[in-house]
Structures are given as C-alpha cells and as structure tokens.
C-alpha cells in the first residue's frame, strides 16, 4: 500500500496514474473526509475535486469512487495500539493505517450488500477547442 503526499503541482496525481498503470487496478478507493454529522468541509470539496482530477486522467475503464473516511483514523490509532505500538512511533504510519481500514470498510460493504461503497466519481468534461 501506497500513501500519496499531496502535492499542489499535480505530482500526486501522476504518482496515482502510474500505480493504477503498474498494478493494472480497475478501482481506485479516495476518502472522503467529512465532519462526524455528515458535513462537509474544505477538505471534503478538495478530496472530491482530487478525485476528479484522478479520474479525468485515467481510461474510463477505471473506476473511481469516494468512501466516507470519518473515523478511520480513530480506528487504525486502536490498531495500532492494539499491535503493541506507542504513539511516537506509530505517527508515520497512521495515515497508510487508516488508508487500510478505508479499503476494509470498502471491500467488507461490497461483499455484505453486492453494491460498491462510496459515490462514483465522474470525470471533469474537458470543453472542446
């Protein structure tokens, strides 16, 4: 498992590209940070519009789709702690944590209700010259 660094120069996104490339993956799970109501936030408006970034840039053959993150990171901290860590040293490796209960919580949807978690991310339509 891979966690990207944003990166305001689109780097991410090339980086996301290639892995999907290289592991020939026909989905990609983003999350989807909201408030613990629901809400949303600056965060959630910047994950949805890297999501559709992503996926403009992949073939359409390629699904990508944002699932609810909250409480994930509260999980993999438990995890972690469960697994015999301590705090500082786990403070590395908390996002790629979460980033597995994220998939988790993915695949276990899919499997329980035969539907795929999260929303579909469409890709930005591209105006023509």
């Known amino acids: 498992?891979?966690?990207?660094?944003?990166?305001?120069?689109?780097?991410?996104?090339?980086?996301?590209?290639?892995?999907?490339?290289?592991?020939?993956?026909f989905e990609v799970i983003v999350?989807?940070?909201?408030h613990l109501g629901g809400g949303s936030s600056s965060s959630t408006r910047d994950a949805r519009r890297w999501a559709r970034d992503l996926a403009s840039r992949l073939p359409s053959k390629v699904c990508?789709?944002?699932v609810d993150e909250r409480l994930t990171t509260?999980?993999?901290?438990?995890?972690l702690h469960a697994a015999g860590l301590k705090e500082r040293s786990f403070r590395g490796i908390v996002?790629?944590?979460?980033?597995?209960?994220i998939l988790e919580q993915a695949i276990?949807?899919?499997?329980?209700?035969?539907?795929?978690?999260?929303?579909?991310?469409?890709?930005?339509?591209?105006?023509r010259a």
């Open 1 to 25: 498992m891979v966690t990207l660094r944003r990166d305001r120069y689109g780097a991410d996104l090339d980086e996301a590209v290639d892995l999907v490339e290289e592991y020939g993956a």
């Open 31 to 34: 999350g989807l940070p909201k």
């Open 64 to 66: 990508v789709r944002l």
């Open 74 to 79: 509260v999980t993999a901290h438990r995890e």
């Open 95 to 101: 996002d790629q944590a979460a980033a597995v209960v």
């Open 108 to 127: 276990t949807t899919e499997r329980t209700s035969g539907v795929p978690a999260g929303e579909r991310v469409h890709p930005i339509k591209r105006g």
